[in-house]
Antibody, heavy 117, light 107 residues
Framework: EVQVVESGGGLVQPGGSLRLSCAAS????????MTWVRQAPGKGLEWVSA???????KYAESVEGRFTISRDLSRNTLYLQMNSLTAEDTAVYYC???????????WGRGTLVTVSS | EIVLTQSPATLSLSPGERATLSCRAS??????LAWYQQKPGQAPRLLIY???NRATGIPARFSGSGSETDFTLTISSLEPEDFAVYYC?????????FGGGTKVEIK
């Protein structure tokens, strides 16, 4: 089955760190760019970060310098390292596989990150 | 940053009616626009890409039109499962952005 499954969310204090994982299966992970998109409670979608097949990366301005996207090709896993977290980072974080160029055709169920003291 | 403005915020319609959703871009994005559907508690689903192309498995009642700055998603005859929130997204440049969404609710 073609799927991506996120994990690693949870409750973290302001200023803390968290690493999200996204396990991919059913497709050739190396052939696809991947992305993270988040959704704050009751709000719309916000693109967070992307990694191309060549490993180059892009970030939204709101997370630049605090978040790092990476991947482990041997484990077919995408990561998002999140540092210096604030309440504004509270959201469900979705991992998504690209469909064509920078559209998102396969999404996980998401993992909830809550930043609160 | 390209801002995508969706209207209306909420659309109240009955099953069988036609739904017309708008997405306006603050800059020319060519045809580099997609539409997604999201139901409560679920991840988004890609419906339309490159403004007019249906993604794999998407029913023909969904269609997209437009180019440059003005785009439309049309649902020709609403089915009960179509009541959801719809988002547009551009890929014309970085950062990628989404519109604020249009909720299609049952009247």
């Amino acid at each position: 089955e073609v799927q991506v499954v996120e994990s690693g969310g949870g409750l973290v204090q302001p200023g803390g760190s968290l690493r999200l994982s996204c396990a991919a299966s059913g497709f050739t992970f190396t052939d696809y760019a991947m992305t993270w998109v988040r959704q704050a409670p009751g709000k719309g979608l916000e693109w967070v970060s992307a990694i191309r097949t060549d490993g180059s990366t892009k970030y939204a301005e709101s997370v630049e310098g605090r978040f790092t996207i990476s991947r482990d090709l041997s484990r077919n896993t995408l990561y998002l390292q999140m540092n210096s977290l604030t309440a504004e980072d509270t959201a469900v974080y979705y991992c998504a596989k690209t469909y064509g160029i920078w559209y998102f055709g396969l999404w996980g169920r998401g993992t909830l990150v809550t930043v609160s003291s | 940053e390209i801002v995508l403005t969706q209207s209306p915020a909420t659309l109240s319609l009955s099953p069988g009616e036609r739904a017309t959703l708008s997405c306006r871009a603050s800059q020319n994005v060519g045809s580099s626009l997609a539409w997604y559907q999201q139901k409560p508690g679920q991840a988004p689903r890609l419906l339309i890409y490159d403004a007019t192309n249906r993604a794999t498995g998407i029913p023909a009642r969904f269609s997209g039109s437009g180019s440059e700055t003005d785009f439309t998603l049309t649902i020709s005859s609403l089915e009960p499962e179509d009541f959801a929130v719809y988002y547009c997204q551009h890929r014309a440049n970085w950062p990628l952005t989404f519109g604020g969404g249009t909720k299609v609710e049952i009247k």
